[in-house]
């Protein structure tokens, strides 16, 4: 099953097991970014420019991960966000490409999300920079 066919949801019952069922279960770009830590093209995202009241859930397992009202235009080219579901993400340190950055990832699936830094608005001065393959947006009603 796709992404696009499965939808919004509170999440699946079972996660897959294999990165074979990973694989199965989302789209080649989807897989990239979640499984393989990867990264879109900047402006390349459907939520970038995206201002509409509802919920952001993870393309892996569909648990609320960010309120579209905490999004914020950061001009950095990806969805930006000052608060997260704390308990619904993980972080940790990333030293990839020569770089020191707090790596962000779901904690029911273990995707890659994208990355945190503390330069963004108040109230928390923090900037939630994710990918937006990693999100699906579920409107508010």
């Avoid at 308990?87 to 990832?105: F, Q």
Wanted: aromatic share 8%.
């Amino acid at each position: 099953m796709t992404d696009a066919e499965r939808g919004p949801s509170d999440g699946p019952d079972q996660l897959p097991e294999s990165e074979s069922e990973w694989r199965e279960r989302l789209e080649e770009e989807s897989y990239r970014i979640l499984r393989e830590r990867g990264t879109e093209a900047r402006f390349s995202g459907d939520h970038v420019d995206r201002d509409e009241e509802g919920l952001y859930r993870c393309t892996g397992c569909g648990i609320v991960l960010f309120d579209a009202e905490t999004k914020y235009d950061s001009g950095c080219g990806w969805p930006s966000f000052y608060a997260a579901e704390a308990e619904n993400i993980e972080t940790e340190p990333d030293t990839r490409h020569g770089m020191s950055r707090i790596e962000v990832k779901c904690s029911r699936c273990d995707g890659h999300l994208g990355h945190v830094f503390d330069d963004g608005p108040d109230p928390t001065g923090k900037r939630f920079c994710i990918n937006s393959v990693a999100l699906e947006f579920d409107p508010a009603e």
